[in-house]
């Protein structure tokens, strides 16, 4: 894939097929299950990183006329278990683009003025301005994850008791998908990545970060607790990717327990969809050009005039007036 020493742009046909067997978008039926968390797309490691070295390349050129062209916004949201390799893959994707025309913001658990106000309160403050890549290391999802694995937190949202019913969870589906319809209708693409980890590559990945003390800051005794909430996390992603997957605001689910493919569908999938906003550089009105090829005269005359002054006092040394 390399050209001239730099890695070549892949088709869009190469680009899809790395990530429609990911892409869930509510047009058919939907089994997490079905989805194997050790794909890896008939590549090897070196094809992979190619692969994404070119996709970053060609996601510092569309950040660039996004923020140029300021119309559209984009809002990348990544969600997964502990150790699924949200962090990791934010900051390899990610590397090169302009840090002005991206925001990245992580949630955690929510502070007592976040509770509040209304679930998504918190989430919908940080949204991505026209011209801008917003990424959200986790979400508004947890509000359907965590908090439906433990109810009892409901209890500290300050929620009134007779709004706390059996169809919550999926009044909280109907809240998320209309407000990822009006980012939609209003300029923002919405891309949300599931990262699919095995349960024995997390334990994995816990264990490498017990063994290396460098990586010992990453772990933490709720891990374990939560790892044995397994099934019921993979049942409300199961639901939650069901009930929230459209084609303006489509899930890919990512095959996790290989990092280096995970970041090729993802950066894949990315630039397949900023490749379909036709981005342009903005186009300079005529009374403006004119203007412009006057300043540029004249900025061409100045350095004329700079090269010139040197030589007058040349001359006026030689005639002994220096």
């Known amino acids: 894939m390399a050209r001239n020493g730099k890695s070549a742009q892949p088709s869009a046909k190469q680009l899809k097929s790395y990530v429609d067997p990911f892409r869930v978008d509510g047009s058919q039926e939907f089994h997490l299950k079905s989805h194997k968390p050790g794909e890896k797309g008939g590549l090897d490691k070196d094809a992979a990183r190619a692969l994404v070295d070119a996709n970053r390349g060609k996601m510092r050129e569309l950040q660039e006329k996004l923020y140029a062209q300021d119309r559209w916004s984009v809002l990348l949201i990544f969600q997964g278990m ?35 106000h209304d679930f998504m309160w918190r989430t919908s403050k940080c949204a991505p301005e026209r011209g801008r890549i917003g990424i959200f290391n986790r979400s508004y999802y947890e509000e359907v994850l965590v908090v439906r694995v433990h109810p009892e937190i409901l209890a500290k949202q300050r929620i009134p008791p007779e709004l706390v019913t059996k169809n919550i969870w999926r009044e909280r589906f109907e809240d998320i998908t209309s407000y990822e319809r009006y980012l ?115 900025l061409e005359g100045e350095g004329r005039s700079a090269v010139r002054v040197p030589k007058a006092k040349a001359t006026a040394a030689k005639k002994g007036n220096v």
């Open 82 to 116: 502990d150790a699924a390799g949200k962090d990791s893959a934010i900051e390899n994707v990610m590397s090169g683009i302009n840090p002005q025309g991206c925001q990245v913001y992580s949630f955690k658990q929510p502070s007592t003025k976040e509770l509040d």
């Open 184 to 298: 939609a209708r209003n300029g923002t693409l919405i891309l949300k990545f599931f990262l699919n980890i095995s349960k024995e590559e997390q334990r994995q990945r816990f264990l490498d970060r017990l063994d290396q003390p460098a990586k010992n800051w990453k772990f933490s005794l709720g891990d374990v607790a939560e790892r044995k909430l397994w099934d019921k996390y993979q049942a409300a992603y199961q639901d939650l990717i069901h009930h929230t997957s459209a084609k303006h605001a489509p899930w890919i689910v990512v095959p996790a327990d290989h990092k280096w493919f995970a970041r090729v569908v993802i950066s894949s999938a990315i630039v397949s969809a900023m490749e379909k906003l036709n981005l342009k550089f903005p186009e300079v009105d005529k009374s403006d050009a004119g203007e412009l090829k006057k300043v540029k005269a004249a």
